[in-house]
């Protein structure tokens, strides 16, 4: 029996990049993260959810979560708004500012978490303006939403700009024809066609602040029950097991 | 200013916000942009020479960080290459030819964009770790895995697996076959047409997912630090040792080591950019 039934292809190598493809993709995927499954279900159902829902764990969830939607929300609106003027405006520096969107990707977590937890903590370059005013942000959960904030962007951005760019300028113009002011084109027509890309962007810019680690962990201040993310309990738990079992 | 002025082309007044508005997005955009990206830019950089270029240079110089610098480059001189095999012969695979579940493998390829990078590192720890699955056998053979740097490296081709992949998997499919077809007809053997047909076209897209795989590679910190026991001088790569460095109050090293990735990083996006332009012209060309 095949599984795969002969193509009328004249192309060479597919039964040997098939196979090495999945082959490689088992390897250093499938059964790595097979086992993470295997050891969850290792537990009985009981542990599990006490596991899942320890104070401190559901604390976390909490921090994590939270800092990740309001994070998002400020992505979701500021995203689409630089979206919508790198597409449609004109201004000096465009090109160089639409190259520094993917700051955050390109930029090691580890580097813009010290930069930023410098940056706001009480002396820093920021964070000296807003002390006196009596809004702290590093070492507090508004840290976190902060960070999460700054990794998120481009998510939200390179999901928007493509769309934007797509808009066909006769559905506008036809708008405007049927008597619509720009308010109401904006509102009405532009809007709900952007509407699930912005969705979009927002799960993934989402996902990724909840896995989010290393730009989170310098300035998150990490106390337990405040301002402690859910990946970080699992390296704090993962340190301890490691030290149980040492040796 | 007369360029902000201008309603861009093909567009009349009728069909662009009134020119305060226009300035005033322009003006929010670009002090959100500022205070979101440039600042911490600016941050890293003015850190570092703080103190001047001598104590850079220094912190630079001091062996634990040359000796994290090599374990890095090392890393990424294994992971980019393996991944950039994988990634050519998955989208030769997924792209010129027709197979049921295709979509399923290109979201199993995806998969590791969307696990958590601390996952990343704990699922290599539950398989080679001492309580992990071949743990105990490997280390009755004496064989060090997590925790040492084949974990490292482990944990980095984990996190920048799909990178070239998903570069190419679209752009070819874009391409087409007929060009290796006409090839194959005249007579060129299959890795001919590999190499001298196949390869000049999806150039620009194997560039532009190598430098994302690599600065992925050079700067992954949640997966490594899972795997590395962060020994100073031996499993520590230069994201982990810019930690350690903050972490002892020794803030001028630590952004100075830190500066080399955001230079790193620079570079990325300076190459990105040129190589999303010229993917884009060859899809316009075709």
Known sequence: MRFFKRQNNVLPGFGPTLGFTIFYLSLIVLIPLSALVFRTAGLTWGKFISTVTAPRVMASYKVTFGAAIIAEVINAIFGVLVAWVLVRYRFPGRRIIDALVDLPFALPTAVAGITLATIYSPNGWAGRYLEPLGIKVAFTPLGIVLATTFIGLPFVVRTVQPVIEEIEVELEEAATCLGANRWQTLKLVIFPMLLPSILTGFALSFARGVGEYGSLIFIAGNMPMVSEITPLLVINLLQKWSRRYAE | ?286
């Open chain 2, 1 to 286: 200013m007369s360029a902000l002025n201008k309603p861009i082309s093909n567009r009349d007044r009728s069909q662009t916000e009134p020119a305060f508005v226009r300035r005033l997005l322009i003006a929010i955009a670009l002090v959100f942009l500022t205070l979101f990206l440039a600042l911490p830019l600016g941050a890293v950089f003015s850190q570092a020479f703080e103190k001047g270029l001598t104590v850079y240079l220094d912190a630079i110089r001091e062996p634990d960080t040359l000796s994290s610098i090599k374990l890095t480059l090392i890393t990424a001189a294994v992971c980019v290459p393996l991944n950039l095999f994988f990634g050519v012969t998955a989208a030769w695979a997924i792209a010129k030819f027709c197979f049921p579940r295709k979509n399923l493998l290109i979201t199993l390829i995806d998969l590791p964009f969307s696990v958590s990078p601390v996952i990343s590192g704990l699922i290599y720890v539950l398989i080679f770790g001492l309580q992990g699955w071949i743990g105990p056998w490997l280390q009755e053979h004496d064989i060090r895995i997590v925790f040492a740097v084949p974990g490292i490296i482990l944990a980095t081709i984990f996190v920048t697996f799909p990178f070239v992949a998903r570069e190419l998997i679209p752009l070819m499919e874009a391409q087409g076959k007929e060009e290796e077809e006409a090839a194959l007809v005249l007579g060129a053997t299959g890795l001919q047409t590999f190499f001298i047909v196949t390869l000049p076209n999806i150039k620009w897209g194997i560039i532009y997912g190598v430098i994302l795989c690599n600065g992925r590679a050079m700067g992954d910190f949640g997966a490594v630090s899972v795997v590395s026991r962060h020994i100073r001088g031996m499993t520590n790569t230069v994201p982990l040792h810019v930690e350690i460095l903050y972490n002892e109050y020794n803030y001028t090293a630590a952004f100075a080591v830190a500066s080399l990735l955001a230079f790193l990083a620079l570079i990325t996006l300076a190459v990105k950019s040129v190589a999303e332009w010229k993917v884009r012209q060859e899809l316009e060309n075709q």
